[in-house]
């Protein structure tokens, strides 16, 4: 039963490339979150998706940034034009379903993405 | 707006005594409160949860206590050991509207060194 799977674990794009970083949930669940983590910070949520569908993007930079869950295939999120201050570790969570009080988050381990 | 806080960045405590981390809110609409531990590269793993409705949730040596009024939450670990070293962080979220969207609002994280 493998877990949240994100791939690659580390990342290094030049100024102005395109990143793109892949998070394939759990087994069972449809519900994936991203999150961005600065350094010496919290986990900042970025977008929430279910299958062919985003649901809450409210954390995404306005330009940029972009995020997908296919039916078929992991989820994708997408840095356009990458700068320097979009260093960062990116967390993809999966849960099983959302509602009141019930959380069944599990984090992969992340993608550390460096902007040289 | 920094809605969840976790005032102090690191904590020491010797092997075998109590470890107490603290985090405060200031969103009231917050209904359900967790604790992660995080270890270097990898991704935050799920410690406890408390609902709003209770003010305190047990799990073996881990305790969360929730006080509303104060809007405060404290995670306390009894005994400590040293592979309880960690950076924790204190995470809350809101039920809204759409579709139960369970998206979480992070601390900046408690560095955790147990000393033996």
């Known amino acids: 039963n493998a877990g949240v799977m994100q791939n690659p674990r580390h990342l290094v794009r030049r100024r102005g490339q395109e990143a793109r970083l892949r998070c394939s949930p759990m087994?069972?669940?449809?519900?994936v979150y991203w999150y961005r983590q600065l350094p010496e910070e919290g986990l900042k949520f970025m977008v929430y998706?279910?299958?062919?569908?985003?649901?809450?993007e409210s954390g995404m930079p306005k330009e940029r940034f972009s995020a997908e869950f296919p039916k078929e295939g992991p989820s994708i999120l997408r840095i356009q034009q990458v700068v320097r201050g979009d260093s960062a570790a990116y967390f993809c969570?999966?849960?099983?379903?959302?509602?009141?009080?019930?959380?069944?988050?599990?984090f992969g381990s992340g993608t550390r993405l460096t902007v040289v | 707006d920094q809605q969840v806080k976790q005032n102090s960045p690191s904590l020491s405590v010797q092997e075998g005594r109590i470890s107490i981390l603290n985090c405060d809110y200031t969103?009231?609409?917050?209904?359900?409160f967790l604790w992660y531990k995080k270890y270097p590269a990898e991704g935050p793993t799920f410690l406890i949860s408390?609902?709003?409705?209770?003010d305190k949730n047990e799990d073996g040596r881990f305790t969360v206590f929730l006080n509303k009024s104060a809007k405060h939450l404290s995670l306390h670990i009894v005994p400590s050991q040293p592979g309880d070293s960690a950076v924790y962080f204190c995470?809350?979220?809101?039920?809204?509207?759409?579709?139960?969207?369970?998206?979480?609002?992070f601390g900046q994280g408690t560095r955790l060194t147990i000393n033996p």
């Open positions: 969570a999966s849960s099983r379903r959302t509602g009141t009080g019930t959380i069944g988050y599990t």
């Open positions: 087994k069972g669940h449809s519900h």
């Open positions: 998706l279910q299958k062919e569908n985003i649901i809450d």
């Open positions: 969103n009231s609409m917050f209904d359900y």
């Open positions: 408390i609902s709003s409705i209770k």
């Open positions: 995470a809350a979220s809101a039920a809204d509207g759409i579709q139960g969207a369970q998206k979480l609002v």
